[in-house]
């Protein structure tokens, strides 16, 4: 099975800062990529998907990037509502559809 | 609006039965694939199955392979998750997700409230 590892697994930033935060795959892919956000006793939210498509209504300050093995969530400027915990997800043909096992974020 | 419900967790014995519902409005349920998702208390998100909109395509996590089964009633808009020989490592919010896509290789851009399964003695 393909395995999943975010990096970090927890992470303390400032408002305004730019956060990035890496989701690497075992195997290759393609961009069959996605990102969640589970804010603090809430349900996760789909944030990217096909590694860099913004869902709608998600700010823009959240960006995706990467293919194949490697893959980057970016927050360009973070604010106080963006404390959450971060996952990403593969979905392609082979399953399982592993999770990564998240990145929990804080302002500082 | 899309919503997803969930119902049917609840406190169980280890080895005993629960039967999951999720019912679904606000999208044509029959052309979406469907997926169960888990988390333990405190812990990350864990993949436990997908069904294509059909039924005809289902996945396991191996931690619950020919232990749950997934299946749908496209007449009803509603996603079922039956689990058997529950176990303590099964206690977790088993969330109900919508697909994007007919198949089963699709992401989640849905997420219901979630409803907690307890394995305990």
């Known amino acids: 099975d393909i395995q999943m590892t975010q990096s970090p697994s927890s992470l303390s930033a400032s408002v305004g800062d730019r956060v990035t935060i890496t989701c690497r795959a075992s195997q290759g892919i393609s961009n069959y990529l996605a990102w969640y956000q589970q804010k603090p006793g809430k349900v996760p939210k789909l944030l990217i998907y096909a590694a860099s498509t913004l869902q709608s209504g998600v700010p823009s300050r959240f960006s995706g990037s990467g293919s194949g093995t490697d893959f980057t969530l970016t927050i360009s400027s973070l604010q106080p509502e963006d404390v959450a915990t971060y996952y990403c997800?593969?979905?392609?043909?082979?399953?399982?559809?592993?999770f990564g096992q998240g990145t929990k974020l804080e302002i500082k | 609006e899309v919503q997803l419900l969930e119902s049917g967790g609840g406190l169980v014995q280890p080895g005993g039965s629960l039967r999951l519902s999720c019912a679904a409005s606000g999208f044509t349920f029959s052309s979406y694939a469907m997926s169960w998702v888990r988390q333990a208390p405190g812990k990350g998100l864990q993949w436990v199955s997908v069904i294509s909109s059909s039924g005809g395509t289902t996945y396991y996590a191996d931690s619950v392979k020919g232990r749950f089964t997934i299946s749908r009633d496209n007449s009803k808009n509603t996603l079922y998750l039956q689990m058997n020989s529950l176990r303590a490592e099964d206690t977790a919010v088993y969330y109900c997700?919508?697909?994007?896509?007919?198949?089963?290789?699709?992401?989640?851009?849905?997420w219901g409230q979630g409803t907690l399964v307890t394995v305990s003695s």
């Open positions: 997700a919508k697909g994007a896509r007919t198949t089963v290789t699709t992401f989640l851009d849905y």
């Open positions: 997800q593969k979905y392609n043909s082979a399953p399982p559809y592993t």
